[in-house]
């Protein structure tokens, strides 16, 4: 649980404009992407291996129209997946991102600083 805004909130809000783009962190295969997520909104879902581990990154508050990537699709680090919104259950613009190693939610910023640089 990090906390804010709400008790079990598991990500990190990147607050950023409307329509600001938003990229892959990593190699890796879409696994989720729709306009209808629980809270999330329009989101985008994609399986990583980093370092040998399994690891998923979740892409959410997207904007309606703006999601890049379908479910199968294979994308490279920084490939252009979908822009900043306030879909779902979001207050003001922003970028929800989750990350998931071996299932379980860790820290992203920390994480990402540690692993993908």
Do not use: C
């Amino acid at each position: 649980n990090f906390g804010a805004p709400y008790a079990g909130h598991k990500g990190t809000d990147y607050m950023a404009n409307r329509g600001t783009p938003i990229y892959a962190i990593a190699d890796g295969v879409v696994v989720a992407s729709t306009d209808y997520g629980p809270g999330w909104g329009v989101y985008v879902k994609i399986a990583h291996n980093i370092g040998g581990k399994s690891v998923t990154s979740l892409y959410a508050h997207m904007g309606y129209g703006t999601r890049r990537v379908s479910v199968g699709q294979s994308v490279s680090a920084g490939q252009l997946i979908g822009q900043v919104s306030d879909t779902g259950r979001a207050y003001g613009t922003h970028l929800h991102l989750e990350i998931y190693v071996g299932g379980s939610w860790v820290y992203p910023e920390s994480w990402l600083v540690a692993n993908v640089g």
